[in-house]
């Protein structure tokens, strides 16, 4: 046997649904990303790093690059820290090898 809890009478009709308000959707912030120099440097002394383990047909167009981009003077005037960092991996890569 089933109750009626409060249905539908033949004296009433359906009851459509209200509409649900939305929500307007917050505005977002657009994310912002900056590089130092010191971090692009230091990541061109790591790739430079990384191009030294290469075989030799890839080496041979790396070192082409990077000859050019001393040419340029794009490693002149490094800070003492950005010194330091790439001779601390220079000295790392030769002390792994021995």
Known sequence: ?????????????????E??????SPVRASDNLSISEEA?????????????????????EKIKEVREKLARGDYDNLSDEMLNKVADRVAGAFQSNV
């Open 19 to 24: 509409p649900v308000a939305r929500a307007e």
């Open 40 to 60: 692009l440097k230091a990541a061109e002394a790591a790739k430079i790093q990384k191009l030294a383990n290469l075989p030799d047909e890839s080496r041979s």
């Open 1 to 17: 046997m089933i109750d009626k809890i409060g249905g539908i009478t033949p004296n009433q009709s359906p009851r459509k649904s």
